[in-house]
């Protein structure tokens, strides 16, 4: 069972980055012509990442009431096996990539993985009706335990880094708000309108000034009264940046650009 990849906390908090790892860990333990991974509640599932399902099954949605099969899975805490013939209607109908996939006889499992507030579901489908009779109750069990455990660390990851994000962030509110503008001369009201102009604005803003005049305050100020007040204020030492990395640093860049990035 090929599953080192499903400890994933490290490698990024966004679940759709998890769930492409995840899924990569499923297909070398199960071998199915299509497995997807859905996330929702009981009224709806999205598609999360697949492997044998058409490009445009990425993000569709399935309502639980017109998916009998989801929602067989849904209900249960177990793994959830559909006999060959089932007549129940295929959630995957014409969205297999392989040539036989309007076969009407196919196999089909999945189960899921309850979060605190969302699910998570695995589903595998093959076209041989015996396709999954090798893998066994205890195997199946043991993926499922695996899987969950996974699931679960990330999302606590995730939560807790919002809520460590949250809790910056309000301090940097509170840090800006206790640094007021002292002054009630023309010149600080002016610079106070000014201040409110461009931060209601998307342009670049150059603050110039002596030092200690309070370049930082203004800068702190602007981002206050943005529409992005409720993200970072990250602060750069400009002066230590080399040449080389000051566009990339202050601009960004694309992963695999260069060496490192």
């Known amino acids: 069972m090929s599953l080192s990849r499903l400890s994933l906390a490290q490698e990024g908090r966004e679940v759709k980055q998890y769930a492409k790892s995840l899924l990569s860990a499923l297909s070398q333990s199960v071998t199915a012509d299509a497995i997807a991974i859905l996330y929702g509640d009981q009224h709806a599932l999205t598609i999360l990442a697949c492997n044998g399902l058409s490009a445009d099954a990425v993000g569709r949605q399935f309502l639980l009431t017109e998916q009998p099969r989801l929602k067989s899975i849904f209900e249960s805490d177990e793994l ?26 196919h196999a089909c499992m999945g189960f899921k993985v309850a979060l605190q507030s969302s699910t998570l579901l695995m589903t595998f489908d093959c076209l041989k009706p015996d396709s999954f009779e090798h893998l066994s109750e205890v195997y199946m069990k043991t993926l499922q335990a695996i899987v969950s455990s996974s699931a679960l660390r990330m999302f606590e990851a995730e939560r807790l880094y919002e809520q460590a994000r949250a809790s910056t962030l309000t301090q940097s509110q509170k840090s800006v708000k206790k640094q007021i503008l002292v002054g009630e001369s023309a010149v600080m009201h002016s610079l106070k309108s000014e201040i409110e102009l461009v931060a209601g604005s998307e342009f670049n803003v150059l603050i110039q000034g002596d030092t200690g005049t309070g370049k930082e305050l203004v800068a702190k100020h602007v981002h206050f009264n943005s529409q992005r007040n409720d993200k970072p204020f990250v602060q750069i030492n400009c002066a230590a940046l080399p040449d080389s990395i000051a566009e990339s640093e202050l601009f960004g860049h694309k992963k695999g650009a260069f060496t490192g990035s």
């Not at 013939?85 to 309007?102: C, I, M, Q, T, V």
């Open 80 to 105: 959830v096996s559909f006999p060959a013939n089932s007549d129940l209607p295929d959630p995957y109908d014409g969205l297999l990539l392989a040539e036989e996939s309007r076969l009407p006889v």
